[in-house]
């Protein structure tokens, strides 16, 4: 099993639609949960970080379930802009380990 | 402007002819690493600094030297490349530790070995 798996996706909407994505990790001693967004092979970059109590920026809600081991991202009113590559990003901190899933891809369309 | 920046961006070499992709940030952090993407794998990690002459193996160190002799610097050296490791390289920076900071990551590095 992967340390950390996401659904490749892709997932194609329309613009305004609300999407959701969930992560599942492996470790149950994992500490430290992020999003990050990557355009086209460029680098990626941090959407946000997820709190256990769950947390909001803007358009994008985050969400961790510690008993079942995800997290998840949740996008409203979708823009042509939010279409990238969705990383789920995972620390263990006993093996001073950052774990990245493969990523799940976003197509907003017209 | 807060930078990672990485050379070179682009990279065609031949098998066992040594080189050196360089990373430098502008950011005074303390934590730097070197990863490689690939299609279905993700970013793995093959090694990263936690200061200067303090430097660790990740995910997937085999083929690859690193060293941190300045705050700035942490150039990633392959002796003797291999087509396998043809990727796409990354350098990253943050502050903190790995877990508890962003990430800053440099534009990549696209290396391809004949």
């Known amino acids: 099993r992967k340390e950390v798996e996401q659904d490749p996706g892709p997932f194609n909407v329309p613009e305004g639609a609300t999407v959701a994505f969930n992560c599942t990790y492996s470790?149950?001693?994992?500490?430290?949960f992020f999003w990050y967004r990557q355009d086209c092979r460029k680098e990626p970059k941090l959407l946000m970080s997820?709190?256990?109590s769950g947390n909001e920026d803007g358009r994008f809600t985050a969400q961790l379930n510690r008993a079942s081991q995800y997290i998840s991202l949740l996008i409203r009113d979708s823009k042509l802009s939010d279409s990238a590559t969705y990383l789920c990003?995972?620390?263990?901190?006993?093996?001073?380990?950052?774990?990245f899933g493969t990523g799940t891809q976003l197509k907003v369309e017209l | 402007e807060a930078q990672v920046t990485q050379n070179p961006r682009y990279l065609i070499t031949v098998t066992g002819k040594k080189l050196t992709v360089t990373c430098s940030q502008n950011?005074?952090?303390?934590?730097m690493s070197w990863y490689r993407q690939d299609p279905g794998l993700g970013l793995r990690q093959i090694y990263y600094?936690?200061?200067?002459?303090?430097?660790d193996k990740g995910d997937v160190p085999e083929g690859y030297k690193v060293s941190r002799k300045e705050k700035r610097n942490f150039p990633l050296i392959l002796e003797s490349p291999s087509p396998n490791q043809t990727s796409l390289y990354f350098c990253?920076?943050?502050?903190?530790?790995?877990?508890?900071?962003?990430?800053?990551f440099g534009p990549g590095t696209r290396l391809t070995v004949l």
């Open positions: 990253a920076s943050s502050l903190s530790p790995q877990g508890m900071d962003t990430q800053y």
């Open positions: 470790n149950s001693a994992s500490q430290s």
């Open positions: 997820v709190y256990s």
């Open positions: 990003v995972v620390f263990t901190g006993g093996g001073n380990k950052l774990t």
């Open positions: 950011m005074n952090h303390e934590y």
């Open positions: 600094s936690m200061n200067v002459e303090v430097t």
